[in-house]
């Protein structure tokens, strides 16, 4: 066993393969006494944290994995109770289904304080095109509109 001469008083640096081992083992013996408490036995997904993304090119067919599905082609869900499966997937869409609403068609009255605003307004106003908006006037445009009209001279015109 070599020392590094850097360390100053701190442990010494092991060079040697078989401590290694021996550290490796036991750090290996200590992840295996917890290894069966990690164990998930039912992965999912959280409905909450779903983002709907676009189909990618290599989109499967879910109507046809449906079809192998019922056909036995394929091994579904992760559970053999066909009961538990069902609710389970029903939940599942509900929940993604409520993340697509607005906050009014989920609750029928605000849940905070700033939600409160405009919560029970029903009209809505209708957005302007770019037709709508008028040409305004003012004491200047008017001025001269009126000294158009009575000399027919443009009054911004350079003579």
Sequence with gaps: MTTNPNTKGLAPK??????????HGETIRKEMRY???NIMKHFQLNPHNV???PEKPNYINPTKRQNELLKGQLSGGYTEDP?????SNEKIQKTLRSKE???RQKAFVPMTASQEIGWFNTTMQRPKSAKDHKLKSNPITKFASDYYDLTKINPFTIR
Excluded: G, R, S, T
Excluded at 14 to 23: A, C, F, G
Excluded at 83 to 87: K, L, R
């Design 51 to 53: 983002y709907i993304l």
């Design 14 to 23: 092991l060079e040697n393969q078989v401590h290694k081992d021996i550290i």
């Design 35 to 37: 290894a069966d408490k």
């Design 83 to 87: 009961v538990e499966e069902a609710f």
């Design 101 to 103: 609403l607005v906050p």
